[in-house]
């Protein structure tokens, strides 16, 4: 098993990367990382077209995994949505809302991380402050400075909890 790490900016060569590695006998993952496009950027042609869409299959061993922190992979402007109807009762969204759309739908799997309650968004913090063996861990005034992270960064999440903690324990252990 081989992992390629493909930079959205060279996604325009895919069908290069894929040709080249297509009849190895290795297993590949392609990966890409906080992938978004802006609008009229060709590469996400190219990769739309290696996921489903080409008269080209992708090799049996590969696999293209990306992360993003968008659903819809381009932006969508209020003047695209113009373009929807209603169908008996049935939003219908116009073509290049469609367009945009059908990239994200090619991914056979969507993991979505919403966010959470203040008491699961403390025991996260709990949790990272004993990995790093924060003193005192989570006493009152770690809990309420935990919470004005959370508010002044308008998320209650993992990645929120993760950060607040490793910042909280660095400024103990600096005092220490």
């Known amino acids: 098993m081989r992992i390629v790490e493909v930079d959205r900016n060279d996604l325009i060569d895919l069908p290069d990367v894929l ?31 290696a996921l489903d869409g080409s008269v080209y299959a992708p090799p049996d061993n590969v696999l293209i995994y990306a992360t993003s922190n968008r659903r ?10 113009l373009d929807a109807r209603a169908v008996d009762s049935e939003i219908h969204h116009g073509e290049s809302v469609e367009e945009k759309i059908s990239l994200s739908e090619r991914f056979g799997l969507w993991l979505s991380f919403h966010p959470f309650n203040q008491d699961r968004y403390l025991d996260i913090v709990a949790y990272w402050l004993a990995r790093f063996e924060a003193p005192d861990g989570l006493d009152e005034a770690c809990r309420a400075e935990a919470l004005r992270w959370a508010l002044m960064r308008g998320s209650r999440s993992g990645r929120s909890a993760y950060q607040f903690a490793r910042d909280w324990a660095g400024r103990r252990r600096l005092a220490e």
Do not use: Q, T
């Not at 006998?25 to 496009?37: A, G, I, M, Q, T």
């Not at 819809?72 to 949505?81: D, G, R, T, V």
């Open 19 to 49: 040709d080249r590695i297509a009849h190895r006998r290795e297993r590949f993952v392609l990966f890409s990382d906080d992938l978004s496009f802006e609008a009229g950027d060709p590469s996400y042609k190219a990769l739309k077209a």
């Open 72 to 81: 819809h992979l381009m932006p969508e402007y209020l003047s695209e949505n």
